[in-house]
């Protein structure tokens, strides 16, 4: 080290006015110092104050320039080290080199602006403001379609240097470089240059970086990346590197142009190869890349055009694939191959053609697996796509005669939101317009005390929500004395008068539909309730709020028509100003909002 203390006392008295020899003696001396103990190196050189001194060196322009821009490089790879780099001017003389034709220069160059990036915001915004990576994006793309050595590993520091440059928290700089058309020029890059390991890396984290960002997205999906990265993912076989890709490929996927071209560019086969590959293995890369495969290849199913060209009327390989998965030991399999038959049922022909060839037993099955102590996920997974099957007309009556709605009623008990949210949306979808169904589970008090119990459960909307409308679906479609009472004696009236007020028009005329009913047929039984969660009132709020759509007004006084046979109701109707209130809708612009305004004027005139 007496050497290098040497070193740098000349340094500093020499470095204004020495000759390119002696300033050249003292370089190597630093960089062999750097090259034998970094940390130690770097800390006398950074006491040592000579930092200062290489904005002027960096100037120069000598035999020596790539020397410094060496030291730099080496000295900004110590997190300590890139601050005061910053602070003593380095940035600016640094990008100012980019515009040089010296190789090694260059090399140097873009190595200490990529050091003094790393991890550091503050090294990054001074590079931003130097303008280094438009020079950056510039080079690679008028050097990239060279593949000499030498040219290759130009191109690996400058990609680390955009690499280090993108990987920040504010999306700023990531938003920057994606305007300057960095995208197009790293694809093309790594397209051209996809054998070189090291570079191949130093893209995929870049695109990593930037792909998160919905505006990167399109701008991806111009290029052919999908192809390059597919091409790029064939070729790995070590798990790290295949890792790499996935955290490319998850992001990317969840553009629907670019899933349709990781479809088209092969992706799905090698998918279904990795999984086949690693389906019985207990090795933890193994559990991790399966979960990884399977859960993109759900994403690529996520498309609506992805989707069908894989579904391909039921003859798709990856569909076939999927319902073996469905009876597999392994939970992840049996999770992914749930999912994806949720989304090949987001159309009405695809739910119609698994519903005839049986698909419904192999969810049934599966349920029936996790009913005691289950798997969450997958109790959501296969409720979602039984759900979603449920939702064609001719589909309703074939589950419920293949027992859906008794399987669905194990997880009454079930203690998780989510599953309770998909039983209750697939309960809903299952008795739409089905009433001997809807009769069958209104007088389920088991149930019905359970709907109750969730109408209440504030801290899930969505599960109160459905909890709502599957009481009010209850009374609809089955129009039966018998279900009403059970709901009345569950205590489920003022959750349905409630339900009137919802900020959602159709969940608002649902349950006025419900009520109708419930005053049409068993009005003495819901007297007490109705009066209770003030029926009356709210229909008045309803009649006199204008925002109220036409068929929220029509049912409100059909309602209020129909509760005039109770005497507490009747009295509160005529001790509120209803008629005030019906007169002005004679003149509404829906016809038959007028109409029923007339009606129900007469009938308030004569009950008066």
């Given at each position: 080290?007496?050497?290098l203390?040497?070193a740098?006392?000349k340094?500093?008295?020499t470095?204004a006015?020495s000759t390119?020899d002696s300033?050249?003696?003292?370089?190597d001396c630093?960089?062999?110092?750097?090259?034998q103990?970094?940390?130690e190196?770097?800390?006398k050189i950074?006491?040592?104050?000579?930092?200062?001194l290489?904005p002027?060196?960096?100037?120069?322009q000598?035999?020596?320039?790539?020397?410094?821009a060496?030291?730099v490089?080496?000295?900004a790879?110590n997190?300590?080290?890139?601050s005061?780099?910053?602070?003593?001017g380095?940035?600016p003389p640094l990008?100012q080199?980019l515009n040089f034709?010296d190789?090694?220069?260059l090399?140097?160059?873009g190595?200490?602006?990529?050091?003094?990036c790393?991890?550091s915001?503050?090294?990054r915004?001074a590079?931003?403001?130097?303008?280094?990576?438009?020079?950056?994006n510039d080079h690679?793309?008028?050097?990239?379609?060279i593949?000499t050595p030498?040219n290759?590993?130009?191109?690996?520091?400058?990609c680390?240097m955009?690499?280090?440059?993108?990987?920040?928290?504010?999306?700023t700089l990531?938003?920057q470089?994606?305007?300057?058309g960095?995208?197009?020029?790293?694809?093309k890059?790594?397209g051209?240059h996809?054998?070189?390991?090291?570079?191949?890396e130093?893209?995929?984290?870049a695109?990593?970086?930037?792909?998160?960002?919905?505006?990167?997205k399109?701008?991806f999906?111009?290029t052919?990346?999908a192809?390059?990265l597919?091409?790029?993912?064939?070729?790995q076989?070590e798990?790290?590197?295949?890792?790499?890709i996935?955290?490319?490929?998850?992001?990317l996927a969840?553009?629907d142009?670019?899933k349709?071209?990781l479809?088209?560019?092969?992706?799905?086969?090698?998918l279904?190869?990795?999984?086949?590959?690693?389906?019985?293995?207990d090795?933890?890369d193994?559990?991790?890349?399966?979960?990884?495969?399977?859960?993109l290849?759900?994403l690529l199913?996520?498309?609506d055009?992805s989707?069908?060209?894989l579904?391909?009327?039921?003859?798709g390989s990856?569909?076939?694939?999927?319902?073996?998965?469905?009876p597999?030991?392994n939970?992840?399999?049996?999770?992914?191959?749930a999912?994806s038959?949720?989304?090949f049922a987001?159309n009405?022909g695809?739910?119609?053609h698994?519903?005839?060839?049986?698909i419904?037993?192999k969810?049934?099955?599966?349920?029936?697996?996790?009913?005691?102590?289950?798997?969450?996920?997958?109790?959501h997974?296969?409720?979602?796509?039984?759900r979603?099957?449920?939702?064609?007309?001719?589909?309703?009556?074939k589950m419920?005669?293949?027992?859906?709605a008794?399987?669905?009623?194990?997880?009454?008990?079930?203690?998780?939101?989510?599953?309770q949210?998909?039983l209750?949306?697939?309960?809903?979808?299952l008795?739409?317009?089905?009433?001997d169904?809807?009769?069958q589970?209104?007088?389920?008090?088991?149930?019905v005390?359970?709907l109750?119990?969730?109408?209440e459960a504030?801290?899930?909307?969505?599960?109160?929500?459905e909890?709502?409308?599957?009481?009010?679906a209850l009374i609809?479609?089955?129009?039966?004395?018998?279900?009403?009472?059970?709901?009345v004696?569950?205590?489920?009236?003022?959750h349905?008068?409630?339900m009137?007020?919802?900020e959602?028009?159709?969940?608002?005329?649902?349950?006025?539909?419900?009520?109708?009913?419930?005053?049409?047929?068993?009005?003495g039984?819901?007297?007490?309730d109705?009066?209770?969660?003030?029926?009356?009132?709210?229909l008045?709020?309803?009649?006199?709020?204008e925002?109220?759509a036409?068929?929220?007004?029509?049912?409100?006084?059909v309602l209020?028509?129909a509760v005039?046979?109770s005497e507490?109701?009747?009295k509160e109707?005529?001790?509120?100003?209803f008629?005030d209130?019906?007169?002005k809708?004679r003149s509404?612009?829906n016809?038959t909002?007028?109409?029923?305004?007339s009606?129900?004027?007469?009938?308030?005139?004569?009950?008066?």
């Amino acid at each position: 080290m007496d050497n290098l203390s040497d070193a740098l006392k000349k340094l500093k008295l020499t470095a204004a006015d020495s000759t390119v020899d002696s300033l050249e003696g003292c370089l190597d001396c630093l960089l062999q110092a750097l090259a034998q103990n970094n940390t130690e190196t770097s800390e006398k050189i950074l006491e040592s104050g000579i930092l200062r001194l290489f904005p002027n060196l960096l100037t120069s322009q000598s035999s020596c320039t790539a020397k410094v821009a060496n030291i730099v490089a080496d000295v900004a790879k110590n997190e300590f080290m890139r601050s005061p780099c910053v602070d003593a001017g380095l940035v600016p003389p640094l990008v100012q080199l980019l515009n040089f034709d010296d190789q090694e220069v260059l090399l140097q160059t873009g190595r200490a602006l990529g050091n003094i990036c790393y991890d550091s915001h503050e090294g990054r915004r001074a590079v931003e403001e130097a303008g280094g990576a438009q020079i950056i994006n510039d080079h690679i793309k008028s050097l990239c379609s060279i593949t000499t050595p030498a040219n290759q590993k130009l191109m690996t520091v400058f990609c680390g240097m955009l690499m280090n440059y993108s990987n920040d928290d504010d999306d700023t700089l990531q938003t920057q470089l994606i305007s300057m058309g960095v995208i197009p020029t790293l694809v093309k890059l790594l397209g051209i240059h996809c054998v070189n390991a090291a570079l191949t890396e130093m893209c995929l984290v870049a695109f990593g970086n930037l792909a998160e960002l919905e505006s990167s997205k399109e701008q991806f999906a111009s290029t052919n990346v999908a192809e390059v990265l597919v091409q790029i993912f064939k070729k790995q076989a070590e798990h790290e590197k295949k890792e790499m890709i996935f955290e490319v490929f998850a992001p990317l996927a969840e553009n629907d142009i670019i899933k349709i071209q990781l479809v088209e560019a092969g992706l799905v086969e090698l998918l279904l190869q990795i999984v086949e590959v690693t389906e019985n293995s207990d090795k933890d890369d193994d559990v991790a890349q399966l979960k990884t495969a399977s859960d993109l290849l759900v994403l690529l199913l996520l498309g609506d055009e992805s989707m069908q060209k894989l579904f391909d009327g039921g003859k798709g390989s990856i569909f076939q694939v999927v319902l073996s998965w469905l009876p597999s030991n392994n939970h992840q399999l049996q999770l992914a191959g749930a999912l994806s038959i949720a989304n090949f049922a987001r159309n009405d022909g695809n739910c119609i053609h698994m519903v005839d060839n049986g698909i419904v037993t192999k969810l049934l099955d599966l349920l029936d697996r996790h009913v005691e102590d289950g798997n969450v996920t997958v109790q959501h997974a296969a409720l979602s796509a039984l759900r979603n099957l449920a939702i064609p007309v001719v589909n309703k009556a074939k589950m419920l005669s293949a027992g859906v709605a008794e399987e669905v009623l194990k997880f009454l008990k079930s203690e998780m939101p989510p599953v309770q949210f998909k039983l209750l949306g697939t309960l809903r979808m299952l008795i739409d317009a089905q009433a001997d169904a809807a009769e069958q589970l209104g007088k389920n008090v088991k149930l019905v005390e359970r709907l109750v119990e969730w109408c209440e459960a504030k801290d899930h909307a969505g599960v109160m929500g459905e909890s709502n409308r599957l009481l009010s679906a209850l009374i609809r479609h089955s129009k039966s004395k018998d279900v009403i009472r059970v709901i009345v004696q569950s205590g489920g009236v003022k959750h349905l008068v409630t339900m009137a007020t919802s900020e959602h028009v159709i969940m608002q005329n649902e349950a006025l539909v419900a009520l109708g009913l419930i005053a049409a047929l068993e009005l003495g039984t819901a007297e007490k309730d109705l009066e209770n969660a003030k029926l009356v009132q709210v229909l008045h709020r309803l009649l006199s709020d204008e925002r109220s759509a036409p068929e929220i007004k029509y049912n409100s006084m059909v309602l209020i028509c129909a509760v005039m046979g109770s005497e507490p109701l009747h009295k509160e109707v005529m001790t509120l100003a209803f008629m005030d209130v019906v007169a002005k809708l004679r003149s509404h612009e829906n016809k038959t909002v007028a109409q029923q305004a007339s009606l129900t004027e007469q009938r308030l005139a004569v009950e008066s």
